[in-house]
C-alpha cells in the first residue's frame, strides 16, 4: 500500500489533484491524522519534511518512515510538473481569449462596442472582478469608458483618474502598472478603489498608438497575480490594442465607403431627377398657361362665360396647377434628402435647417414632411434661430404629424407654416 501511495502522486497534471495524492501519501506512510502541505512555517509540535521549492509537509500524530525522502523528491518534482502545465493551461486561454476578441472585432459580425468586448474577455480570463478600460482625457487624466463586472457597474463608468496623479506618468506613457492592494495603494486615487485588492493596468498600446489602459483590478483580499499571469495578461492587451485598431480602421473605410455612395446619390438625385423633376414642372406651367389663353379664345363669343373658362377647362387648368405645386414640394423634398445625405455619417449634422430636423422628429415621434424654401441656413441670423426653434416646439405640442415649412427669402424675410398655418414669421433684416 505504502508503494502505492509514493506511485500515485504525479498520476494527476491537476495542481489540486497532485497535492492531495501528496499529502494522502504522507499521512498512509506516516500514519498521520493530518497531512498539510504550506509554504509558510508551523510552529506546531509536528513532524515536518522539507518539500524542495513549494514549503513543507506538516504531519500530525505521525512517525517518521524512511520513505519520507522519497516522498519528498517525487512530491517536488510532481508539483514541478503540475505548475508547469497549470502554466501552459492559463496560456492556452488567454491566446483564445485573445484570438477571439480578434475575432469578434474583425468578423463579419463586428462587437457594438469593441472597448467593452475587451473589458468582458480580460475580466473572465484574469478571474478579476471588474474588467476596465480607461481612455485618456483632454485635460491630461484619464476616465473609464467601459467597464465589465459580475454585478451592476455603478458608479465606475465616467470615473476619472485626474491629471497629476502619480500613476498617470505611467499609464500615459504605455507601462505596465501592477497594484498588490487598490484600497491602500496611495497611487490610486479614485474612489472605487477601496473595492478592490490586486490589479494590473496594462496599456492598449500599438503601432506607437496608445487607445487606453486595460485595468483588472480582484476583490479586496483577493488572490495577487502570479508573475505568468501579468505576463500573459501584458500580451493578451497588446494583442487586444492590435485588433482596436484594426476595427477602428475598418470602420473608418465602411463609413468612408457609405459616405462616397451617399455623395453620389446625392449628385445623381441633385443632376438628373430635380432636373428633371424641374423641367416637367416648367412644361405643365407653359401647358396651362397656353390651355387658358386657348380657353378664353373659345369663350369669348359665350355671354355666359365672357372673359372666363368654361368649368371644364378651369378643373383642367387647377389640376396643371395642383401637380406643379406637388412638384415643387417634391423638389424640396429632394433637396432636404440631398442635405441629410451630405451629412458625415454618425456624426449629427449642423446647421439650422438640421436643428429643425431634428427638433420636429423629437417632438412628433416620427420625421414628419418638412419643406424648406430657400437658403434656411444662410438667410436666418443666429439669434432669430433659438426663437423659430421655440416656435416650431409649441406648434408642434399635442401634433402626432404634421406638414411643416420653412420659408427664408432676403426680402420677405422667414416664415415658418405648420399644417397651412403661419406659425411665426420675421421680416428681412
Known sequence: MRLDALLAIGTDLELAATVRHIVDAAAELTGSRSAVLETGPCDAPVLHVPVEGYGRLHLAGGRPSPALDVLAARASAALAGAHLYEAARQRERWIEGAAAVTTALLGNGSSADPLMTVADRARLLADAAAGVVLQPTAEG??????????????????????????????LL???????????????????????????????????GRLIGTLALPRRHAGRPYT????????????????????????????????????????????????????????????TGRRAASTALRETGAEDDHAGK???????????????????????????????????????????????????????LGTQPSVRFTGPVDALVPDHLAPTLLGALREALAGLTDADIEVFADGRKGVRLTVNGRTAWEAAAE
Do not use: C, N, W
Not at 147 to 159: H, K
Not at 183 to 204: C, E, I, K, N, Q
Open 309 to 363: 373658362p368654361r368649368p371644364a377647362d378651369a378643373r383642367a387648368l387647377r389640376a396643371i396647377d395642383t401637380a406643379v405645386t406637388e412638384l415643387e414640394a417634391t423638389v424640396e423634398q429632394i433637396r432636404t434628402a440631398i442635405f441629410r445625405l451630405q451629412q458625415p455619417p454618425a456624426e449629427p449634422p449642423s446647421g439650422l435647417r438640421a436643428r429643425l430636423l431634428r427638433e420636429a422628429a423629437a417632438a
Open 173 to 207: 506613457g504605455g507601462e505596465p502598472v501592477f497594484i498588490d492592494d487598490s484600497a491602500t495603494d496611495p497611487r490610486m486615487t479614485t474612489h472605487v478603489r477601496h473595492r478592490f485588492g490586486p490589479s494590473m493596468m496594462l496599456p492598449l498600446q500599438a503601432d
Open 141 to 170: 487624466g484619464m476616465e473609464i469608458v467601459a467597464a465589465s463586472t459580475y454585478d451592476d457597474p455603478g458608479d465606475i463608468v465616467g470615473t476619472t483618474i485626474r491629471p497629476g496623479s502619480a500613476v498617470l506618468v505611467q
Open 227 to 286: 508573475e505568468t499571469e501579468k505576463h500573459l495578461a501584458v500580451q493578451f492587451a497588446s494583442q487586444a490594442a492590435v485588433a482596436l485598431l484594426l476595427a477602428d480602421a475598418r470602420h473608418r473605410r465602411e463609413r468612408l465607403a457609405v459616405y462616397e455612395d451617399r455623395d453620389r446619390i446625392a449628385r445623381d438625385l441633385h443632376d438628373l431627377v430635380i432636373q428633371r423633376l424641374f423641367a416637367t414642372g416648367m412644361m405643365l406651367q407653359a
